[in-house]
């Protein structure tokens, strides 16, 4: 192979696949762009502070995690539907990895806990 082909930027949708196949990637993308937004402005309507959020798409399917400031009304607005997922030690400090799912999308956070 050439230095340039491996210069050329990779198409995210196949030019040559069938229109249908395009639309669908087409609707399954604006579904997980409208998901992401409807959590978002969701939680900052509750008055939760987002971090940062990330997402990827692969055979097992799609995964958006938006990353948000503790805080305890987040127990209080998730309820039941929420649990941790990590525990983890830092010296004295343990580390909860909290999670719960809205719009489709899992939202987290971490509470620390001295001993």
């Not at 004295?92 to 001993?115: H, K, Q």
């Amino acid at each position: 192979m050439s230095a340039a082909h491996h210069l050329q930027p990779r198409a995210l949708i196949d030019s040559a696949a069938p229109d249908a196949t395009r639309q669908t990637s087409i609707a399954a993308a604006t579904k997980l762009i409208t998901s992401l937004l409807n959590a978002v402005v969701w939680l900052i309507s509750q008055r939760f502070s987002v971090i940062s959020f990330h997402g990827s798409r692969d055979i097992g399917g799609d995964k958006i995690v938006i990353v948000v400031a503790p805080s305890p009304r987040l127990h209080v607005v998730f309820k039941d539907d929420c649990a941790w997922r990590q525990r983890r030690q830092d010296g004295a400090l343990t580390i909860y990895t909290w999670f719960a799912d809205r719009f489709g999308v899992r939202i987290e956070w971490e509470e620390v806990t001295c001993l």
